[in-house]
């Protein structure tokens, strides 16, 4: 809100005072949400303790709330004791990344033996057949979740869009939901791609367009986030580690692979 305000009366533009409306407008709207003050949960933080409830219910409580379809306190509790009773036990983890930084060899080489899950992923359909192979993976996960397991989704899912429908299935069947960022530069995704098979490599062209384009998760699309780096490091992203560098990261808060499964939250 801070960043917003200034940048407001710092903009020169034609329309300085139709900018300066919005923001005043934001600024109204988070007051009445009770969501003005930072690591605020609106709502959520009038009806319950986030340490007392499950990640798993206050994510998906949270994620109904950013939605706009809770409106009122009751609402809200009524909600999150839905969640709290709707569960089949399995979970989702979902990578987030450009291409070639690591995300397919982390999943099959670190999660599924830490985990002992399912990693689905359509590697191999990079270019040519990509979006039937994207579909195929989308297909698979309702039954897996009915089943209970833990499943791992491989891909780059750089954009809110592709996340909300692994969002969308972890609240159908209440599923554990933790994302993982490859925090890796844009030079380590392009020289990655002249090791590939022609077939295979992503034009660079692409990878640019994809790293302008690639967004953090936010806290409504997933209960724990860690990020791995280049050297495979991975720590839990949160209030405290968030404002760390990566080595201090790494130091003060470490992630487990464990820690993406269902077992064990962050």
């Known amino acids: 809100m801070a960043l917003w305000d200034s940048d407001s009366r710092g903009r020169i533009c034609d329309d300085p005072a139709e900018v300066r409306e919005r923001v005043d407008f934001a600024e109204l709207m ?64 979902y990578t987030v990344g450009l291409p070639g930084v690591g995300k397919s060899t982390w999943a ?71 994302a993982v960022y490859f925090d890796a530069p844009l030079a380590l995704s392009l020289q990655r791609q002249t090791t590939r098979p ?21 806290p409504d699309e997933y209960q724990s986030l860690t990020v791995v780096e280049p050297n495979r490091a991975a720590w839990a992203y949160n209030a405290r580690s968030r404002w760390l560098d990566a080595k201090a990261a790494v130091a003060a808060h470490p992630a487990a692979p464990v820690h993406c499964s269902s077992a064990v939250g962050t």
């Open 30 to 93: 988070l007051h009445e949400l009770d969501a003005a003050r930072p690591g605020s949960f609106g709502l959520l933080d009038q009806v319950a303790d986030q340490a007392t409830v499950s990640p798993r219910a206050w994510r998906e409580t949270f994620r109904a709330l950013v939605d706009g379809s809770l409106t009122n306190a009751g609402a809200v509790a009524a909600h999150l004791a839905a969640a709290e009773r709707h569960s089949t036990g399995g979970s989702i983890t």
């Open 108 to 178: 099959r080489e670190v999660w599924a033996p830490a985990t002992g899950g399912v990693v689905l992923s359509s590697e191999g359909g990079r270019r040519r057949d990509r979006r039937a192979a994207q579909a195929a993976v989308l297909q698979q996960i309702p039954e897996h979740l009915a089943a209970g397991r833990d499943i791992c989704v491989d891909a780059t899912h750089r954009l809110r869009e592709t996340r909300d429908v692994l969002v969308t299935y972890a609240g159908r069947y209440g599923a554990d939901l933790h």
């Open 198 to 218: 022609g077939a295979d490599a992503v034009p660079a062209a692409a990878i640019r367009s994809m790293a302008a384009k690639l967004r953090w998760p936010t």
